[in-house]
């Protein structure tokens, strides 16, 4: 957006709009940069004219909590400003952002000359933005103390699954050596896949309940991976009478952590799946390469997602229409891509279907 018509400038009358546009700098930041510090003093007020800042508080040495955004149109900084006090957090450019400065003291001065309409409405904004953010912390505290429990219900479960896991490990590798033809080895194949593929999923919501992700990276060819998904899946799709279609070039190699981007796959295709309400349909997972990157996309033919959860379809407990839904898996799988540095997105239209769009870096040798 141009600098003129930002809401901070429109705060004052024409003169003093003029001056502010010509003392103030713009600068363009890109992704990942620290515009300043919790506790720096204050020196500059930012306007905010494309991309988005987000505010972060230090929690410990190595964990940081967002407490606030800033995205075209606001402005920030102002606490300082007026209080004269030291940051009270971090600012951080996310996905690269335009900003515009404005030095304090020049501010102060015509802060001083303005009429008290620009202080009035400047302090509308701040009491607008303290609510916000207080709400935000609400929220944020709320989901804190859901995922405490979810935690403490994971490792319950990871405890108790250990012993009937072992069992089924044990079982099957029984049957491998009791029966040696090609039907009976598929089959305990299956069998230990699966046994292990529960364990990772437990282990799995475990990371994120705790915000620790951990990937094991390397170079996979994704055609083979997708392949094995389809195996691994193939009488689920079969019994909810779902039609899966791979379509994915050979050459196409990603640095991922394999399991996990499965899992991925298989939380949006299941969603589908769901969503069909026993009625079938299809799924279709398609991959294409580019110079740097990847692109899968995983598109069904089902009823679409509701336009009431489309903004926050990937935040936690964000569910609708799946009597045993918990509104997590979208949420890990969203965790789990952006861990990897990719990014994901959707388009959805009601009775026609949705398509999840997942990009991701190529592997570099």
């Known amino acids: 957006m141009d600098l003129k018509s930002h809401q901070f400038i429109s705060?004052?009358?024409?003169?003093?709009?003029?001056?502010?546009?010509?003392?103030?700098?713009?600068?363009?930041?890109?992704?990942?940069?620290?515009?300043?510090?919790?506790?720096?003093?204050?020196?500059f007020l930012y306007l905010v004219l494309a991309g988005k800042v987000v505010f972060r508080k230090q929690i410990d040495s190595a964990q940081y909590q967002t407490v606030a955004t800033a995205i075209p149109d606001d402005f920030f900084g102002e606490f300082g400003i007026l209080d004269?006090?030291?940051?009270?957090?971090?600012?951080?450019?996310?996905?690269?952002?335009?900003?515009?400065?404005?030095?304090?003291?020049?501010?102060?001065?015509?802060?001083?000359?303005?009429?008290?309409?620009?202080?009035?409405?400047?302090?509308?904004?701040?009491?607008?933005?303290?609510?916000?953010?207080?709400?935000?912390?609400?929220?944020?505290?709320?989901?804190?103390?859901?995922?405490?429990?979810?935690?403490?219900?994971?490792?319950?479960?990871?405890?108790?699954?250990?012993?009937?896991?072992?069992?089924?490990?044990?079982?099957?590798?029984?049957?491998?050596?009791?029966?040696?033809?090609?039907?009976?080895?598929?089959?305990?194949?299956?069998?230990?896949?699966?046994?292990?593929?529960?364990?990772?999923?437990?282990?799995?919501?475990?990371?994120?309940?705790?915000?620790?992700?951990?990937?094991?990276?390397?170079?996979?060819?994704?055609?083979?991976?997708?392949r094995h998904f389809e195996k691994l899946n193939h009488i689920y799709f079969q019994q909810a009478n779902v039609d899966l279609i791979i379509d994915c070039p050979d050459d196409a190699i990603a640095d991922v952590d394999e399991g996990k981007l499965m899992r991925v796959v298989q939380n949006l295709a299941i969603n589908a799946v769901e969503a069909f309400v026993e009625k079938g349909g299809r799924v279709e997972v398609a991959l294409k390469p580019f110079p740097d990157k990847v692109q899968i996309t995983i598109c069904d033919n089902g009823p679409g997602i509701p336009?009431?959860?489309?903004?926050?379809?990937?935040?936690?407990?964000?569910?609708?229409?799946?009597?045993?839904?918990?509104?997590?898996?979208?949420?890990?799988?969203?965790?789990?891509?952006?861990a990897h540095g990719g990014s994901i997105y959707f388009q959805s239209t009601a009775e026609q279907g949705t398509t999840f769009y997942i990009t991701l870096p190529r592997a570099t040798s």
């Open 84 to 226: 004269g006090q030291p940051r009270s957090a971090q600012a951080l450019v996310c996905e690269g952002a335009t900003v515009a400065k404005i030095p304090i003291d020049i501010l102060m001065d015509v802060l001083e000359s303005s009429r008290s309409s620009a202080i009035l409405k400047l302090f509308r904004y701040v009491i607008q933005r303290l609510r916000v953010t207080t709400e935000d912390y609400v929220k944020h505290l709320a989901y804190k103390d859901k995922m405490v429990l979810v935690g403490e219900m994971v490792n319950t479960i990871i405890h108790d699954l250990k012993s009937p896991l072992s069992g089924i490990h044990l079982s099957s590798s029984m049957l491998q050596e009791l029966h040696e033809d090609e039907e009976t080895l598929e089959w305990c194949d299956l069998i230990q896949e699966q046994a292990k593929r529960m364990s990772a999923m437990a282990e799995e919501l475990l990371a994120f309940a705790r915000g620790t992700p951990v990937l094991h990276k390397q170079p996979v060819r994704l055609a083979k991976a997708l």
């Open 11 to 43: 705060f004052f009358e024409p003169e003093q709009a003029n001056q502010l546009c010509n003392i103030a700098t713009v600068e363009q930041f890109p992704h990942q940069t620290i515009i300043f510090e919790e506790g720096e003093i204050p020196d």
């Open 307 to 338: 336009e009431d959860i489309r903004d926050t379809f990937f935040e936690p407990f964000v569910t609708h229409g799946k009597q045993r839904g918990t509104g997590l898996g979208t949420a890990i799988a969203k965790s789990i891509i952006d």
